[in-house]
């Protein structure tokens, strides 16, 4: 998957809202399918998979966060990058959101130089964990992973993950035991211009919670950074 021509998906209930982003975007050369409402979407995302996602949380005939966690649930779409543009500026929500498997969250006011950035940044990252050539298959106690697969359960049971907690994962599982520093898991993860270090915590805290009873084999190293207790 290229930056070029990338297939965005916009589900989005307001046209001047869409269209505004739809400018922006096909500037950059990626490619535009507009949505707005629901059972749309839903009916594209049956012929095409795109590569990246951006939404609304409230929209007609249903709400953002539904429609991600049927993205998440489904094997074909789990991994879809997903940002949510949002004038909730409601933490809770929001953390809900990140919880459920989003990527991103951007509030209102839109700031289109910021959205452009971070949907590259995403689409990069993607595209580099989807193109893995080396099929890795890791067993920590309960936690099962196939990388060829993007497969995640833990007690055999499939476990939901954002693009940025997958990648997480798995740069741990491939250390082999081994100590991933803070500054490695931020840049690799988030790019060069990766900003506080809190978000790393934050994502690292979902992450165990999302695997249970494996989570706590993820070992805090304090003040260097994470590790896999293998």
Not at 11 to 20: A, G, K, P, T
Request: hydrophobic share 40%; with cysteine; charged share 30%.
């Amino acid at each position: 998957m290229t930056q070029s021509g990338s297939l965005i998906y916009i589900l989005e209930d307001e046209r001047n809202i869409r269209s505004l982003i739809k400018t922006a975007l096909e500037r950059e050369q990626y490619i535009i399918r507009e949505f707005e409402d629901v059972e749309s979407f839903y009916a594209g995302l049956s012929k095409e998979i795109p590569d990246l996602v951006l939404m609304d949380i409230l929209l007609p005939g249903g709400n953002g966060l539904a429609v991600l966690k049927k993205i998440r649930e489904d094997p074909d779409t789990q991994f879809i990058p997903v940002i949510f543009l949002t004038a909730i500026d409601n933490e809770q929500t929001i953390a809900l959101g990140l919880d459920l498997g989003a990527d991103d969250c951007i509030t209102d006011p839109l700031r289109v130089l910021e959205l452009r950035s971070r949907i590259r940044a995403l689409l990069r990252r993607s595209s580099r964990i989807m193109q893995r050539t080396k099929a890795e298959v890791f067993d920590v106690g309960s936690l099962h992973v196939e990388t060829a697969r993007h497969l995640v359960t833990v007690r055999g049971e499939p476990v939901v993950l954002s693009l940025k907690e997958y990648e997480l994962l798995v740069m741990l599982l491939m250390a082999g035991g081994e100590v991933c520093c803070r500054k490695d898991l931020l840049a690799e993860v988030w790019g060069k211009s990766y900003g506080e270090s809190r978000t790393l915590d934050v994502h690292i805290r979902r992450l165990r919670s999302k695997l249970k009873d494996a989570g706590p084999s993820i070992l805090t190293v304090k003040g260097v950074g994470y590790k896999l207790d293998i």
